[in-house]
């Protein structure tokens, strides 16, 4: 591989809704094939980082960069997939098959599926055998488990055979045991297609097997590093950072044994 491409560059970044800032100078870069789980307690801002990141808000502070590129003058979103933490809320009573919910992907629209050419078919029916859901291809995405859907949702992100996948808490809803081989999923779409990741959970212990770095936010960005030195640090250190007891360092829990390859 030739030299290490910084996929995400942020500077000095800082924004606010209203009067607070709920960023402040926020410096992350993120290189090309890193995974990077983010951490933080609710309103610690993770999301807007995200929305930052996707182009959604501009920061009042700061610069970013994507893929070397000014944000201001980016132009490639298709290089960026995109699950928000509201996906699961997704009305899943709308008769829309899986197919269509992935074809969404590339047209943004449920129901323009019928205009998609043959090779944009192709690709949808390829993102959806990555996360290993083809048997369900014109099943009702409201008879599918919490799980499953999480799986289609990261289909419609991948579709567009995005470079960057970014993903808002996307296990909420999802069970212990099928949160284990949705991880794995991520895991392998890093390691094997090469995807850049950029996750924001609640679950670093679950995943601390996973990703290579790992980001602490609360307002300010309190670590960043990679995932070796963030398990060194105190858990003393990450309960202050939190404010309350967490557990987060022990990943033996997990069985990744990989039910869904
Ligand atoms: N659209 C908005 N208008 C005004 N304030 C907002 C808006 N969105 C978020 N905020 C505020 O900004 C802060 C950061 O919110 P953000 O959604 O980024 O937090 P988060 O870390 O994603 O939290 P959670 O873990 O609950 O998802 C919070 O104090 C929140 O109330
Ligand atoms: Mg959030």
Known sequence: MSQQQTIVNIQHVSYRYEKENVLEDINLSINKGAFLGIVGPNGSGKSTLLKLILGLIKPQTGEIQLFGEDITRFREWQKLGYVSQKANSFNTGFPATIFEVVASGLTKKIGMFRRLSKGDRQKVVNAIKIVGMEAFLHQNIGELSGGQQQRVFIARALVSEPELLILDEPTVGVDAKNVASFYELLYQLNKQQGITMLLVTHDIGAISDKVTHVACLNKNLHF??????????????????????????????????????
């Open 224 to 261: 960043h590093g990679e995932t070796l030195e963030f398990e060194q640090l105190k858990l003393g250190e990450m309960n202050e950072f939190y404010g309350h007891d967490i557990h987060v360092l022990s990943h033996d829990h997990v069985h990744t044994g990989g039910t869904n390859r």
